[in-house]
């Protein structure tokens, strides 16, 4: 297996070979050259229409995501809404995954949007269709191009809007150059006279839109060629049909591979359900070939359509054939999915035979979206908090399980032996690489410009700085706990015994806050509850102190208890400021923690 030195210098070697061919192939063909041209301009006005939107939108697209799955309907029409608006059935296929991964989203609102991202795909082959060949967009381009980079030297919103127009302008001078391209290749490249004929011609080309789908990353790229080639004569009418659908698939396969490899367990159903409906939709296809390219023939016969629009009706009509067919098996689809990818189980119990901790809700599919991104650092917060909670037990010799069930209503049991040191191997494997993780994720995120997304970014690292500091904490107070805890005879077993169930319920109340709706008088509450609690560590010092002047207790024993009560006290404060500060991630509003969802158990 290459080692991952080699795997970095072979990377840029490809690069190279690849730039080297493609430069070769431009000084051989000037026609080769202006059709690639058109190509990267078009690819990169999409880049520069998806990147304006969003900076423009701010959060409305997630907004209205959010509150677009309350029926199949709604779900649906939002794909096909968001997928025209954006002309990028990927991105919209990849946010919805994002959105599904951070709990925005069901994973049956995410199959309608799904379902609506491919009937959406077919505005923009419409409206690329009824541009015609004989038309030129590039007189409308240049106005725009000089108002988008004018507009680029104004206010966030401005530029953003600025972007989109560049984004506009290039497009229609990509497609120009590409139709230049074919006409300049004329007879050079010409499918219509293959020798494969039958169904073989037909899976053939469907192989040329899938691999031309997956290479540029757009359906519309490859769809924009086809309308060309299919212009200029290079492809008969059945072989653009067939690239058509090779596309679909083409696009449900990038976003399947991202998916599946960037996304967590709910992600990974909706992209592999992606996959599933355009996969069998085009077999579908395959086997209706004849009645649906018949009736297309007769549509187009009967309305004058040319050859273009004929193929965008295909397009259409193929997507419909595979919403009519998954329409009703929406539900069954679901659980099949499901059974299909289960929830992971727990890894590994214990450091020594488990690997580090890895972010559950942090992917890069996440900082398509500002706001999906802060949301998943957020809940990966919350995680990081779980699983800090869980360590703390650790260091009190309390079950993890306690956190779960008990709230202060029943004495701790005594701790079972033998009790052991293992706060600090905790933190190594599940407590480090997660808080690194985190920030690693958030450096990403683009908030320039934003002052909320950079207000709530600060927030983020604090309260994962407050986690991880708690921890440290608990690390110095096992010492004395392991110590003092298995020593009945000692004077202060007592008294460990009282700071052990002060931090439980300590514990035990942070945890009851995800039950608590943020902000509300019932959680303001909680809080004031919270803050009074900790504070009746003063009453313990106060026994310690008398116990010391009655010479029950020497100096040391009295010093070492009240450094664990400081300890213990910021523990309590800390997890105080954790939820004044980050109230929205650790109440209601979040999702609450499933049973045993971090790795560190008893």
Not at 7 to 28: D, G, T
Not at 67 to 90: C, E, H, R
Not at 551 to 569: C, P, Q, R, T, V
Request: glycine fraction near 8%; charge should be neutral; charged fraction near 15%.
């Amino acid at each position: 297996m290459m080692s991952r030195p080699a795997l970095k210098l072979f990377k840029p070697m490809i690069l190279l070979a690849v730039s080297a061919a493609l430069a070769a192939s431009f000084w051989y063909s000037g026609a080769w050259m202006k059709l690639c041209y058109g190509l990267a301009l078009f690819l990169f006005g999409m880049q520069c229409i998806e990147e304006g939107l969003h900076n423009a939108a701010g959060g409305t697209l997630e907004k209205l995501m959010a509150k677009s799955t309350a029926t199949p309907v709604k779900g649906l029409m939002f794909g096909i809404g968001a997928t025209f608006v954006l002309q990028s059935s990927t991105l919209v296929s990849l946010l919805t995954i994002a959105f599904l991964s951070t709990g925005m989203i069901t994973l049956a609102g995410g199959l309608a949007i799904i379902f609506g991202t491919n009937l959406g795909a077919t505005s923009g082959i419409w409206l690329l269709a009824m541009a015609g060949q004989s038309i030129s967009l590039s007189p409308a381009a240049v106005p725009m191009l000089v108002f988008g980079i004018l507009a680029g030297f104004f206010s966030n919103k401005a530029k953003a809007i600025g972007r989109v127009l560049v984004g506009i302008s290039l497009i229609f001078l990509g497609i120009d150059a590409i139709k230049g391209g074919f006409q300049a290749i004329g007879g050079q490249i010409d499918f219509t006279s293959v020798q494969v004929s039958g169904i073989a011609e037909i899976l053939i080309f469907c192989g040329i839109g899938l691999l031309l789908t997956l290479v540029l990353q757009s359906s519309h790229a490859t769809l924009i060629l086809t309308l060309a080639a299919l212009a200029g004569g290079q492809i008969s009418m059945e072989q653009g049909f067939a690239v058509a659908m090779g596309s679909n698939v083409g696009t449900s396969a990038s976003t399947a591979v991202v998916g599946m490899l960037g996304s967590e367990r709910s992600g990974k159903r909706l992209a592999l359900a992606h996959l599933i409906f355009n996969s069998v939709t085009a077999l579908l296809s395959l086997l209706l070939w004849y009645p649906l390219t018949r009736a297309v023939a007769a549509v187009a016969q009967a309305t004058g359509m040319n050859a273009l629009l004929q193929l965008a009706l295909f397009h259409s009509v193929f997507n419909l054939l595979g919403l009519a067919v998954f329409w009703r098996l929406q539900n069954r689809l679901a659980d099949k999915l499901q059974q299909w990818i289960p929830e992971r189980a727990a890894a590994g119990l214990l450091p020594e035979n488990s690997e580090a901790v890895r972010p559950r809700f942090l992917h890069a599919n996440m900082l398509r979206s500002g706001d999906t991104a802060l949301r998943a650092v957020f809940q990966e917060i919350r995680h990081l908090a779980d699983l800090s909670l869980e360590v703390i037990c650790h260091a009190l010799y309390v079950p993890a399980d306690r956190l779960y069930r008990y709230c202060g209503t029943e004495p701790l049991p005594a701790p079972q032996r033998p009790l052991e040191s293992n706060v600090q191997s905790f933190y190594e494997w599940q407590i480090k690489p997660l808080y690194s993780d985190i920030l690693d994720f958030t450096s990403k995120i683009d908030s320039d410009g934003n002052e909320t997304c950079r207000q709530q970014l600060t927030t983020a690292h604090l309260a994962a700085f407050q986690m991880v500091e708690i921890v440290k904490e608990s690390k110095h107070l096992q010492k004395n706990l392991q110590r003092f805890l298995q020593d009945a005879q000692s004077p202060v077993h007592q008294d460990y015994l009282a700071l052990r169930q002060h931090l439980t319920d300590t514990l035990c109340r942070f945890h009851a806050a995800a039950h608590i709706p943020a902000r509300s008088s019932e959680w303001q509450a909680h809080l004031d509850a919270f803050a009074a609690h900790t504070d009746t560590l003063d009453g313990l010092r106060g026994q310690i102190l008398a116990k010391l002047r009655r010479d029950e207790i020497d100096g040391l024993l009295a010093s070492s208890l009240m450094n664990d009560l400081n300890y213990a006290h910021r523990i309590g404060t800390g997890l105080l400021e954790v939820l004044h500060n980050a109230a929205d991630a650790f109440a209601a509003s979040a999702a609450p923690p499933e049973h045993g969802a971090a790795r560190v158990v008893n």
